[in-house]
């Protein structure tokens, strides 16, 4: 079973920063993309970062700015998203995503929600002014 298990959430100031985990079980971590996406209440889902399978490479959203920075360490099974100079418009449930467990496509980065099958609970950031 496909399970993906956030945390690291929390309050903070604007300016200050944090390191969300995703912690993922049930298919072989190494080989597929993860993705994080935030939601604020009353709007859909809206793609933060992702990072690739196999080959690791990074992808973030425009709005990122050089703020963001997404991580894996495959032998924890665990994606790492270190957020920094936090703005209290970054305040969203923060999940993690995995792809459908299909090496021929599930190894690649993408923003469409649909792209992604599996997501875990979210954990959730504050950011006040």
């Known amino acids: 079973e496909v399970q993906l298990v956030e945390s690291g959430g929390g309050l903070v100031r604007t300016g200050g920063s944090l390191r969300l985990s995703c912690a993922a079980s049930?298919?072989?971590?190494?080989?597929?993309?993860i993705a994080w996406f935030r939601q604020v209440p009353g709007k859909d889902h809206e793609g933060v970062s992702c990072?690739?399978?196999?080959?690791?490479?990074?992808y973030y959203e425009s709005f990122v700015k050089g703020r963001f920075t997404i991580s894996r360490d495959n032998a924890k099974n665990t994606v790492y998203l270190q957020l920094e100079n936090l703005e209290p418009e970054d305040t969203a449930v923060y999940y993690c995503?995995?792809?459908?467990?299909?090496?021929?496509?599930?190894?690649?980065?993408?923003?469409?929600?649909?792209?992604?099958?599996?997501w875990g609970q979210g954990t959730q950031v504050t950011v006040s002014s």
């Open positions: 049930g298919f072989d971590f190494e080989e597929y993309a």
């Open positions: 995503a995995a792809p459908s467990l299909d090496p021929a496509y599930g190894r690649t980065c993408s923003w469409i929600k649909r792209a992604w099958t599996y």
């Open positions: 990072i690739t399978g196999l080959d690791s490479r990074p």
